[in-house]
C-alpha cells in the first residue's frame, strides 16, 4: 500500500464528513486507506463514519487522548509507505497527494512535506512553514511579532526547505515516522508538530514546503484561540526546550514569567460582525433544499472579484471539484468581505468558517 491518511478527529462531525469526501476524491487513483481515530467525540461523529464510511477503518479511543497519542494510534494501524497526518477540519483538492507522492519520491533524504494551507475565508496560513522557534521568536511571536517565527525565505507559491511544517498536514515515509518515535506523547495539544519536525531534521532528513497544492485548514475547529492559548503555547514550548536544548536557569525564569505576563495582559482577538449583503450558488443547477433555505441566490461561474462586499458565495461539490473550489477561494481578493461555504457531495448541509478565533457555521438543509 503506498498511502494511509490518519485523522484525528474530536467532535466536528460535519467537518469530517467534508475532509473524509474530498481525501476520497484526492485517493481515487492512488492504493490508499484512510483511518479516523476518534478521541471520544460526543457528536455522532462515529456513527455517522460507520453509516456513511463503512469502509473506513474507524479506531473508538473511550477518552480524550490528545493529539499525539491519538494519532500515534492511528499510525501503528497504517499499512502505508507514505502516511498523511490530517486534521478533520481541511479540506484537500483532488492531486494533492499524487504531487506531494511524486515529489517526495524525487528526493533521497526525504523528512516532512508540507503544502500550503488557507483558511475558510481564502486567506494564507503562515505556519504552513516555519522556522525553528528558538526562544527570542516564540516570545515574539505570542506578542504578535510573528516574522522570526515564521520561514519566510520562501514566498507562499514555492517549494523549497524549511524546518518546521503544521501538524494539520504532514506526509511523511511510515518508517521514518517509526524511527523518530512518531509525536513525543508528553504533549497534549501544540508543540507536537514543532517537536516532530525537528526531530526528523535532527536525525539527518530534510523538511520541504510544497506551495503548488494548497487545502484549505478550517482551523477555528481544531483549536480556539481563548483566553488559555497563550498558556497553551508557552507550555508547549517549554517541554520543548526542555528536550532538545541545555537546561538554562535563566530561560527557565523567562518561560515562567512569559507565560504569566502573556496570560494576564494578552488582548483576546475578537471576531467581526457578519453581515450578508446576498448569496450566490456556484453549481449548474439550485439545490431543492438550498433553494428554499436561501431567499436570495444567483446561478454564477465568473470572477468572483466581481461581487459585491459582503456576498456569501456556496460551492457546490456535486458539480465543482474541491481544486476548483480551492483556487476560487485563493484567488479572491481579500478585501472584499466575501465569505464561502461548501455544500458537500451527496450532504444536507453547508458549512464554512469566517475566522480563526470561533466556530466555524453548520446549516442543515431540511
Not at 44 to 65: A, H, R, W, Y
Not at 164 to 181: E, N, P, Q, S, T
Not at 230 to 243: H, T
Not at 336 to 361: C, H, M, V
Request: net charge positive.
Amino acid at each position: 500500500m503506498k498511502l494511509s491518511i490518519v485523522i484525528l478527529n474530536y467532535n466536528v462531525r460535519y467537518f469530517l464528513e467534508l475532509c473524509i469526501k474530498s481525501v476520497q476524491a484526492a485517493i481515487e487513483t492512488i492504493d490508499a486507506e484512510i483511518i479516523v481515530v476518534d478521541n471520544n467525540s460526543e457528536d455522532g461523529s462515529c456513527q455517522m463514519v460507520k453509516d456513511l464510511f463503512p469502509e473506513i477503518t474507524l479506531i473508538e479511543n473511550k477518552e480524550n487522548f490528545g493529539f499525539s497519542k491519538g494519532n500515534n494510534i492511528g499510525v501503528s494501524q497504517a499499512k502505508g509507505e507514505y502516511l498523511c497526518i490530517l486534521n478533520p477540519d481541511t479540506v484537500v483538492a483532488e492531486d494533492t497527494f499524487t504531487l506531494l507522492l511524486s515529489f517526495a519520491e524525487s528526493k533521497e533524504k526525504i523528512g516532512i512535506v508540507g503544502c500550503r494551507l488557507i483558511n475558510g475565508s481564502g486567506v494564507f496560513l503562515p505556519e504552513s512553514k516555519r522556522n525553528i522557534p528558538y526562544i527570542n521568536a516564540a516570545f515574539k511571536k505570542v506578542y504578535g511579532n510573528s516574522e522570526a517565527y515564521y520561514a519566510n525565505h520562501l514566498n507562499e507559491n514555492e517549494i523549497g526547505k524549511t524546518d518546521i511544517l503544521v501538524g494539520a498536514f504532514m506526509l511523511m515515509k511510515r518508517d521514518l515516522y517509526h524511527k523518530v518515535k512518531g509525536f513525543d506523547e508528553d504533549y497534549f495539544m501544540y508543540g507536537e508538530d514543532i517537536d516532530l519536525s525537528y526531530k526528523v531534521l535532527k536525525s539527518g532528513y530534510e523538511n520541504y514546503y510544497f506551495g503548488a497544492t494548497t487545502i484549505i485548514h478550517y482551523k477555528g475547529e481544531s483549536t480556539l484561540k481563548d483566553k488559555f492559548y497563550a498558556r497553551r503555547f508557552y507550555g508547549a514550548m517549554q517541554i520543548f526546550y526542555k528536550k532538545h536544548f541545555k537546561k538554562n536557569l535563566l530561560f527557565d525564569m523567562f518561560v515562567w514569567l512569559g507565560i504569566r505576563v502573556v496570560y494576564l495582559f494578552r488582548k483576546l482577538p475578537v471576531a467581526k460582525e457578519k453581515r450578508i449583503s446576498g448569496y450566490v450558488f456556484i453549481s449548474d443547477k439550485m439545490n431543492d433544499a438550498l433553494q428554499l433555505a436561501l431567499p436570495k441566490k444567483l446561478s454564477l461561474k465568473s470572477n468572483l472579484n466581481t461581487l459585491e462586499n459582503g456576498t456569501e458565495v456556496i460551492f457546490d461539490a456535486n458539480k465543482l471539484s474541491y481544486k476548483e473550489i480551492i483556487v476560487m477561494m485563493s484567488d479572491t481578493k481579500k478585501d472584499k468581505s466575501i465569505t464561502y461555504k461548501i455544500l458537500p457531495k451527496q450532504a444536507n448541509f453547508i458549512l464554512g468558517s469566517d475566522n480563526t478565533i470561533s466556530r466555524g457555521e453548520i446549516v442543515v438543509l431540511n
